[in-house]
């Protein structure tokens, strides 16, 4: 389970507005179960649901595809922009 200022804490440079927007759309989605402890202030906390854990695999064979490739991407990425630079 993590809090939401955790979240925040792990996500740079994403604002409050836009993780609670996202964390809301992957509860309605059944990713993320999200529970409300009745403290003051309320303390609430979010948690991978089995759905949501399926993914994880996935999203990780992502993020290793994304690492493994980053010299290609980056490369591709200059010669775009260096066309695009280029008057027409």
Do not use: C, N
Not at 28 to 38: E, F, K
Not at 43 to 61: A, H, K, P
């Amino acid at each position: 389970m993590r809090r939401f200022k955790e979240l925040q804490r792990a996500v740079d440079g994403i604002s409050q507005r836009m993780l609670t927007l996202t964390v809301r759309r992957l509860e309605r989605d059944g990713l993320v179960s999200r529970t409300v402890h009745a403290t003051v202030p309320p303390q609430v906390e979010y948690e991978l649901t089995d759905l949501g854990r399926s993914l994880t695999l996935l999203v990780r064979g992502l993020a290793d595809w994304s690492l493994a490739h980053r010299p290609q991407i980056e490369a591709a990425r200059r010669e775009w922009d260096a066309r695009a630079d280029m008057p027409s």
